[in-house]
């Protein structure tokens, strides 16, 4: 089965909203075995919307739009449909009970725009969308199909998951078996990774797998991907290399699984180990807490974090020394290094980090250009810091700031004396 996925909204051409509902649903289709061969992303448009609507309908055997079906002047998608396929729009009963009673229930106004929101093409299978007011549609044209969603993204993946993709695999059956597997690293450059470390593939790829290597400030994923004719082919042909990766990358490999995160395995270390952690956080502004307490369950192991963007709270809070502050600056060793300690100790935790650095777009200096970090690591064991120069991105050196903090914690635990991305260890 191929597929081509429509994105219709304005708001996604100039830039105003990032359009992650194509990359998910071509990665649950092609989970899948779907082949998705277009991706679309068009304006509010009436002509524009047919044109490729209709060309899609003569070229493909699935169309999943997404967008232009709120209640305002500029949602015509389903005025596209309807005249694409000469039907009419009629008022679905259901849609609008619930429509009230969801508007009721938050004390919102009933507008005449939203009651058009319950009108949908009396050609149509009504796709009841319990997650928002806008209803999704599905229709079957023989050798074609299509599915009309909201834009909203827990709307729309509502609706994937619960109604169309039991249909689109009623439909397409298994002749094909295709699957995704995913390794995570962290602590090492992507080309390193795959230049130095794993090397090579190509001789050992077994028919119909392929590698691919994902990067992103928290470090690189490894998707393994294979196709067979049943799901043991697969798995044989997926081992012969993850087995292969493991052996040849293992100390940079924090877990396996499409949604683990660097924050994740850490967590899972340090509740597994029954150790807590505390952080103190000056360029990163929070970032590495946050990243840490969006694991559920957190609480296990997070003691709790400090903000100390002023040198005064550094001070007075976790105990840094003026001297320390006036001679060094906040960017330095000796102010890393009394931040986790301080950290630590102010929270009664086992393990503390810290981050000061210049994150930019300014304030750099010679000798300490924007981008320059100090991260700051205590145990009872060990009391070090690492020195990184990054980018001149504020986001990003605030990403791998925390990163690299996260990834230390978890090299400590396991023992792994190399420190990430080949940086060195300054000793208290």
């Not at 289709?29 to 003569?58: C, F, P, Q, W």
């Not at 004719?229 to 012969?240: A, G, Q």
Request: aromatic share 6%; net charge negative; glycine share 10%.
């Amino acid at each position: 089965m191929q597929c081509r996925v429509i994105s219709i909204g304005n708001e996604l051409l100039i830039g105003d909203t990032v359009n992650t509902n194509a990359s998910w649903l071509a990665d649950l289709l092609t989970e899948a075995g779907i082949d998705v061969t277009h991706i679309y992303t068009i304006g509010d448009d009436l002509d524009t919307m047919k044109e490729i609507l209709s060309e899609a309908l003569s070229s493909t055997d699935l169309i999943i739009t997404t967008g232009g079906l709120g209640p305002t002047h500029d949602d015509i998608t389903k005025r596209a449909v309807t005249e694409i396929f000469d039907c009419e729009l009629v008022l679905e009963d259901s849609v609008l009970e619930f429509i009230k009673k969801v508007f009721k229930k938050r004390n919102i106004p009933f507008s005449k725009s939203n009651y058009h929101q319950a009108e949908v093409p009396d050609c149509c299978e009504v796709l009841f969308n319990t997650q928002g007011t806008a209803p999704g549609m599905w229709f079957d044209r023989g050798s074609v199909k299509l599915a009309v969603l909201p834009g909203v993204p827990h709307e729309m993946k509502h609706l994937m998951n619960e109604k169309v993709m039991a249909k689109v695999k009623a439909i397409n059956g298994d002749t094909e078996f295709r699957r995704s597997y995913y390794i995570t690293t962290a602590g090492i450059g992507e080309s390193t990774l795959s230049d130095e470390v794993i090397g090579r593939l190509d001789n050992i790829l077994p028919e119909g797998v392929s590698v691919a290597y994902l990067p992103s400030p928290q470090g690189t994923k490894i998707r393994i991907s294979a196709y067979g004719s049943s799901n043991k082919e697969i798995d044989e042909r997926i081992d012969l290399v993850r087995n292969h990766i493991k052996r040849k990358a293992e100390t940079y490999i924090i877990g396996e699984g499409k949604d683990l995160n660097l924050a994740k395995a850490v967590g899972e270390l340090l509740a597994e180990r029954d150790l807590s952690l505390s952080v103190a956080e000056s360029c990163t502004g929070g970032y590495l807490a946050n990243a840490i307490t969006d694991i559920p369950g957190s609480s296990r192991y997070m003691m709790g974090g400090l903000i100390a963007y002023a040198n005064k709270v550094k001070e007075n809070q976790l105990g840094v020394l003026p001297d320390d502050l006036n001679g060094h600056g906040a960017v330095s060793k000796p102010v890393a290094l009394q931040m986790a300690k301080g950290v630590a100790n102010n929270f009664g935790a086992d393990i503390g980090v810290s981050t000061t650095g210049i994150a930019g777009p300014g304030g750099g200096t010679e000798e300490k250009p924007v981008g320059t970090v100090w991260i700051g690591f205590w145990s009872r064991d060990e009391h070090f810091a690492l020195k990184a120069r990054f980018t001149n991105d504020r986001l990003i050196n605030k990403e791998r700031s925390a990163a690299v903090a996260l990834e230390i914690v978890r090299r400590s635990i396991l023992g792994i004396a190399e420190m990430p991305y080949g940086l060195k260890k300054y000793p208290a």
